[in-house]
């Protein structure tokens, strides 16, 4: 079964730190997608990637937020100054539309103190 | 816009009670995805499901069934005999023509044994 890897699986930050959230959709798959989901609440639209850019983003992701494919493989989320409030599940996911489903990495928990 | 509304919270049942975790939609758009999905403790999201919407055959899968009923917009999700293993939150989720899914709130099962 093809699967979406993260890294990392968890990390602790300081407040202010930047933080570099990592995913490796399946290969064959045009969308990416970045969920949020603090804990013990829905799982939340962050930002979709298609064709190299950004196709639609949420109100959480502001400025301090920004996506990246660098070379054709990551597909990485970076968030520049991290808040208390940045704390959560972060989950990676790609589909190709014509595909069976989404499907989602397996989170990286961040937890910034 | 597009909206997935799991008015149930948390159920608790009793080990081998059948469940139905109710899921009601909204969108616009004539060609939507029907998902679902599991996360357990451990934190991931599990798919179980994806159903077209033009497609409104109902769907077995061990103790899993799933019943779309286009006129209701309605996706409910029933497991037959359940087991402690099925603890979990499940969750809903709606993709229309952008391809982005939206996700309900999450219905929090609770099976005692």
């Known amino acids: 079964e093809p699967e979406v890897t993260q890294t990392p699986s968890h990390q602790v930050t300081q407040m202010g730190q930047e933080v570099i959230l990592r995913c490796v959709p399946i290969?064959?798959?045009?969308?990416f997608y970045w969920y949020r989901q603090i804990l013990g609440q829905k799982v939340e639209f962050l930002v979709s990637?298609?064709?190299?850019?950004?196709?639609?983003k949420s109100e959480i992701f502001d400025d301090q937020f920004s996506v990246e494919r660098p070379d054709g493989s990551n597909f990485t989320l970076k968030i520049r100054s991290t808040k208390l409030e940045d704390s959560a599940m972060y989950f990676c996911?790609?589909?190709?539309?014509?595909?069976?489903?989404?499907?989602f990495g397996e989170g990286s928990w961040l937890t910034v103190v | 816009a597009q909206k997935v509304t799991q008015a149930q919270t948390e159920i608790s049942v009793v080990e081998k009670e059948d469940v139905t975790l109710d899921c009601v939609y909204e969108?616009?758009?004539?060609?939507?995805?029907l998902f679902w999905y599991k996360q357990p403790p451990s934190g991931e999201l599990v798919f179980l499901i994806r159903?077209?919407?033009?497609?409104?055959q109902n769907e077995i899968s061990g103790r899993y069934s799933w019943n779309f009923q286009k006129s209701t917009s309605s996706f409910n999700f029933t497991i037959t005999a359940s087991q402690v293993v099925d603890s979990a939150v499940y969750f809903c989720?709606?993709?229309?023509?952008?391809?982005?899914?939206?996700f309900g709130r999450g219905t929090s099962l609770i099976v005692h044994p």
């Open positions: 996911a790609s589909w190709t539309a014509s595909g069976n489903t989404i499907y």
């Open positions: 290969s064959n798959h045009l969308y």
């Open positions: 990637f298609y064709n190299n850019e950004i196709s639609e």
């Open positions: 969108t616009r758009d004539t060609t939507y995805y």
């Open positions: 159903r077209n919407s033009f497609d409104e």
């Open positions: 989720a709606l993709a229309g023509g952008s391809y982005i899914p939206t």
